[in-house]
């Protein structure tokens, strides 16, 4: 992906505009976003994210930023799983505890919680955060799909380390992609000429 800062710094402009807040010209899709990024750019795109939840807060707007990997963490802490999930990794190792989680934290789950501890209705939009660290824990494609039944009318924004083609997301640019068709990308590559 080219210019990515050029990208970065047509976020805020985006954000504040009424296609996104409202979901204009969208018909009848629901509003979520995706600004996808090389996954070697990870610590730009963090340091970007903090400047812009300055600017956000400096403009008024009302929002979240939920980071997946602390939310996971946040789901078993608030369940007594935390401890015991750190004890069974160190029985059955890292790859056998996905397996483990998968009923805990499965996507469902995870909206659900979304859902129930955050009042998304009356947030301008959400920022998700944090995929990669939470990969393959949460997968992209599944929670979007979970979470179209929680959001309503508010617009989300994930924050994606790969690749989206606006028909499947390719996690990391190597992980196999997942077809996921009903979001937009917020700064296509192809429309920074015209920006």
């Known amino acids: 992906m080219k210019n990515l800062q050029q990208r970065l710094d047509l976020i805020l402009e985006r954000i504040d505009n009424p296609k996104f807040l409202n979901s204009d010209g969208l018909g009848n899709e629901i509003g979520f976003w995706i600004f996808d990024y090389p996954s070697k750019d990870e610590t730009q795109v963090r340091d970007h994210l903090d400047y812009l939840q300055e600017k956000l807060i400096q403009r008024g707007k009302t929002f979240l930023v939920l980071n997946l990997f602390q939310l996971i963490t946040d789901m078993l802490e608030s369940r007594n799983l935390l401890g015991r999930t750190f ?104 429309n920074l000429s015209n920006a």
């Open 87 to 190: 004890q069974r990794e160190l029985q059955v190792g890292p790859e056998n505890l996905i397996t483990t989680l998968k009923a805990p934290l499965s996507q469902e789950k995870i909206a659900q919680f979304i859902s129930q501890n955050y009042e998304v209705d009356k947030q301008d939009f959400v920022i998700l955060s944090g995929l990669g660290s939470a990969w393959p824990l949460i997968r992209g494609h599944e929670v979007l799909s979970a979470l179209q039944d929680v959001m309503g009318n508010t617009p989300l924004l994930l924050f994606y380390p790969g690749e989206y083609s606006g028909l499947d997301l390719h996690l990391f640019g190597k992980i196999e992609s997942q077809n996921y068709y009903r979001a937009f990308k917020l700064v296509p590559e192809h």
